[in-house]
């Protein structure tokens, strides 16, 4: 079973520092916020590229127009 996570106030503010905590604790996936994937697509590809962590999801109304998808592509539509 693979699990997924959302961000959570104790996660690390970086991004990168964020995706390899999410890994250390043993998630699989990030349902990231909107915002924070339209404000960062370079970091977090460089993240889902370091980490195995993928973006499985985007929460949030910045999220219209967005795809993402488990090939570690995130791009604007």
Do not use: W
């Not at 999410?22 to 996936?29: E, P, S, V």
């Not at 993928?54 to 570690?72: E, P, W, Y």
């Amino acid at each position: 079973m693979k699990l997924a996570t959302q961000n959570q106030s104790f996660f690390p503010e970086g991004i990168i520092e964020k995706f390899h905590y999410i890994k250390k604790l043993g998630f699989d996936a990030f349902e990231i916020d909107g915002k924070l994937l339209v404000d960062h697509k370079e970091e977090i590809k460089n993240a889902i590229d370091e980490t195995g962590v993928v973006v499985n999801a985007a929460c949030g109304d910045m999220t219209a127009g967005l795809v993402i998808s488990q090939k570690r592509n995130v791009k604007m539509v």
